[in-house]
């Protein structure tokens, strides 16, 4: 009963970090100069774009998010330390408690008036805190799902979906819970995308709160059920 919660929990897990990830996108996108910070593709095809079109305040926006990203995923990997072969590692736990603290201080400085150079402070936070969300899903290696990068797991969903067509006698079977996480990490990112931008007409940023909330609770439920003595 135990690993059957573990598992849901993990698999939650990852499916409302996508919803984190959809709303950090969008913020970015809407409220910090049309920048992405959770997807890095698209922010090197803005780059591409800027450096074409001689666009030089979008090409800087897109180099301080690209390097928050990697700044992120440096420091999970710091945080990491060796390999550990256990469900949840518990560096998942400490890298999820150091990017609540980056959201939390991105929410905080958006309460307040803030300087150009603090706008740009504002975008390494969000793209800081997704390079570690980006470090620690990869541990937890689910699914192939990173939580901000989806263009894999949409490749993948459909790769599910010919494989059905072309061998007709596997619609009879269940779909498999990789393919339904797939699905819901995609549906929970254009959800969070979705809140955020409707939230935006009312408040650009006020919705950084819920990404907090979930990764409390993801850190939270970690620590008290001690998933990492999980194999």
């Known amino acids: 009963m135990t690993s059957m919660t573990a598992h849901t929990f993990r698999n ?4 409302f970090l996508c919803l ?6 969008v913020i970015g996108y809407l409220s910090l100069g049309h920048v992405f910070t959770a997807n890095m593709t698209g922010n ?3 780059l591409g774009i800027a450096a074409g ?10 180099i301080t998010a690209l390097s928050g990203f990697v700044l992120g995923i440096l420091l999970a990997v710091v945080i990491g330390g060796k390999h550990e072969k256990t ?8 890298i999820f408690m150091i990017e ?34 980006t470090a620690a899903a990869r541990k937890l290696n689910v699914a192939g799902i990173s939580t901000t990068v989806l263009t894999n797991t949409l490749a993948n969903l459909f790769e599910d979906v010919a494989q059905r067509i072309s061998h007709r006698e596997k619609w009879k ?11 819901g990490s995609i549906a929970f990112y254009c959800l969070g995308a979705a809140i955020a931008a409707y ?18 609770v993801i850190v939270m439920t970690a620590l008290l059920k001690h998933f990492h003595q999980l194999k």
């Open 87 to 94: 469900f949840w590692p518990k560096a998942v736990t400490r």
């Open 20 to 25: 984190s990830a959809g709303i950090v996108d």
């Open 100 to 133: 609540v603290m980056i959201l939390l201080l991105f929410a905080l400085m958006t309460i307040f008036p803030y300087t150009q150079g603090a706008y740009f402070m504002l975008i390494i936070l969000l793209s800081m805190a997704m390079g570690m969300q």
């Open 173 to 183: 079977a269940p779909i498999q819970l990789v393919s339904l996480m797939r699905i």
């Open 199 to 216: 939230t935006d007409g009312y408040d650009p940023f006020i919705i950084i709160w819920l990404p907090i909330i979930i990764l409390g």
């Open 53 to 62: 079109s001689s666009l030089q305040l979008t090409a800087l926006h897109s």
């Open 12 to 15: 939650s897990a990852l499916i």
């Open 44 to 46: 090197i095809v803005l």
